[in-house]
């Protein structure tokens, strides 16, 4: 079998709503904008271009391979952009290290980036898709230490159930969780397909899904719990009122429920926000046609209210 040519970054990542984020965020000259989920960069290299010719961006990923490969791609602005190996979660003092207290705009794109769905053939996968038998992994930040491996064979079957059920929304999630114990007493969980193929067989044929694999909320559930995306995303919601200047743009895209919902009631419950979007804006039938990653996509913007001065 003839192994699959690597693709350039640019070949294989489409950005999600790239005309509504600039339409939002407004880049100008001379604005500071975050990208917290830099990927390969598709979003930043329109962020700089609508702030040319002085705007500034700082990228955070935790992925350090999506960093190099956006370095690549992004070669043209190096003067304008900075990287920061980091979490979202760690805007703080990942903008301390770029010298900024305050920004003009933050992108969130939430979820999987396209490199990590799209590994060539000749790599190690990290666990993030089940077409293919690859490591229970599921790391976005390789520098963390506990993988999707030592989740699945370590925790209890009311935990893993949970898990299933609250961040996979998977209503078979206790009869998985009862299966998955019972066969790792004989043997662990080490790849992808052994977790996509015991979810299979624990869920009876009458209930496995037309539209996805039937172990896609399950796959879901367990990277969110590994990378405690949930989490992250409530602190970036708390820390980035103080980190935008009045009039500042929050746009987050999110690709699931939980995601939203957050996003959603963190916007409402905080009367710093002024809420530019009273429903989701979702993907045109052109974008869902042309990159199907897109489908579920929503993204929600809100600016930030000019600060009360003292009496």
Known sequence: MPVKQALHPAEIHRPVLPEEIIRFLAPRDKGVYVDATLGLGGHTERILAGSAPAGRVIAFDWDLRAINLARERLAPFRDRLTFVHRSYAEIEPGLAEAGVTRVDGIL?????????????????????????????????????????????????????????????EEKQARRIAAH?????????????????????RAIPRRFHPHRIHVATRVFQAVRIAVNQELENLATLLKKAPALLNPG????????????????????????????????PVLPGRDEARDNPRSRSAKLRVAALRPRKEGP
């Open 108 to 168: 969130l794109d939430l979820g999987l980036s396209s490199l990590q769905l799209d590994s060539s053939a000749e790599e190690v996968g990290r666990g993030f898709s089940f077409q293919r038998g690859e490591p229970l992994d599921m790391r976005m930040d390789q520098r963390t230490t506990r993988t999707a491996a030592e989740l699945i064979n370590n925790a209890t079957e009311q935990e893993l159930a949970d898990i299933f059920y609250y961040y996979g």
């Open 180 to 200: 998955l114990v019972k066969a790792r007493k004989k043997n662990r969980f080490e790849t992808t397909d052994q977790l996509a193929e015991l979810v299979a």
């Open 248 to 279: 500042a743009r929050l746009c987050i895209i999110s690709f699931h429920s939980l995601e939203d919902r957050l996003v959603k009631w963190g916007f409402r419950n905080d009367p710093c926000w002024e809420i530019l979007t009273r429903k």
